[in-house]
């Protein structure tokens, strides 16, 4: 019979030995992933630079956290 495995995603691609490390990494990705919504009018944000978020509806552009946006509910 064939065994089965976890799904692991993106994180394959670092291999055999980084049991931990995939796990944080899985779980950081699944956030980044998430559609991102504006705080100020509920528009799609897209990511500028590491930190910096930019708002293609309403044009501001505005800090928060680094791969997602802080405060926000994602799904586990």
Do not use: D
């Amino acid at each position: 019979m064939a065994v089965k495995r976890k799904k692991i995603g993106s994180a394959g691609r670092l291999g055999a030995g980084y049991g931990k490390i995939k796990q944080k990494l899985i779980a950081v990705e699944r956030k980044q992933r998430v559609k991102q919504e504006c705080p100020f009018c509920k528009g799609h944000v897209k990511r500028k630079v590491k930190s910096i978020w930019n708002c293609v509806k309403c044009k501001r552009e505005f800090a928060s956290g680094a791969y997602h946006l802080k405060n926000q509910k994602t799904k586990k």
